[in-house]
């Protein structure tokens, strides 16, 4: 008679669907961020969500939207703050400094060579009509950047209603009221951070 016992499944070291990649060593993760700093003229949130999110999938879209945040309202440049925090994620303090590293180390020896290249054509009319026209692509690719990452916010804890009018009131605080700020984080960043930890901790006695 053959053997009804099911057999157990056999173990593997796959990840699981829901896992997305992440960095393999720390000079992959040196790499991607010397290749995100080199690409950031400028847009540089709009290259690393192409490059962290839709390239590499290290970060979700929401994923990326919350790291994002927390660089944003720390002091310092928000992607210098973003690669610290990426690169503690994935290898600890050691992933910090080598994302660190490759944020900072190309990028500040070619920003250095066209600073002693620019001193001698900065007063040229052509240079300052590109360096606007620059300008004005930056623009446009952060404000694209912030319409892709729009739809993240419908599994926001505080419900996409919340964050579209904390979103509108930032727009107005900042770009229309000229407000500083660090006011306008203060203000609306601590009233979204204060309702989202009150949801939270409902959920969480509620779950209990």
Not at 16 to 28: Q, V
Not at 34 to 58: C, D, M, P, S, Y
Not at 60 to 70: G, I, S, Y
Not at 108 to 114: A, E, Q, S
């Amino acid at each position: 008679m053959a053997n009804t016992t099911p057999e157990s499944p056999a173990t593997t070291d796959a990840p699981s669907p829901t896992e997305h990649p992440r960095p393999h060593s720390l000079t992959e993760l040196f790499w991607a961020f010397t290749a995100l700093a080199l690409q950031g003229f400028g847009g540089v949130v709009a290259i690393a969500q192409r490059e962290l999110v839709e390239k590499r999938r290290w970060l979700t879209q929401a994923e990326f939207v919350e790291e994002w945040a927390v660089a944003q309202v720390l002091p310092g440049p928000n992607v210098v703050n973003l690669s610290l925090m990426i690169g503690d994620r994935y290898f600890g303090v050691r992933g910090g400094m080598v994302a660190l590293a490759g944020m900072l180390g190309f990028p500040l020896v070619i920003l250095l060579i066209l600073a002693a290249l620019f001193a001698g054509v900065s007063e040229s009319g052509v240079v300052q009509g590109a360096l606007r026209g620059m300008g004005a692509v930056a623009a446009g690719m952060i404000a694209a950047t912030g319409l892709k990452l729009f739809p993240s916010l419908k599994n926001n804890v505080l419900g996409a209603p919340v964050c579209y009018a904390l979103a509108a009131m930032t727009f107005i605080s900042v770009a229309l009221l000229k407000l500083p700020l660090i006011w306008v984080i203060l203000g609306l960043g601590g009233i979204g951070a204060l309702r989202a930890y009150r949801l939270l901790g409902d959920l969480e006695k509620t779950s209990a």
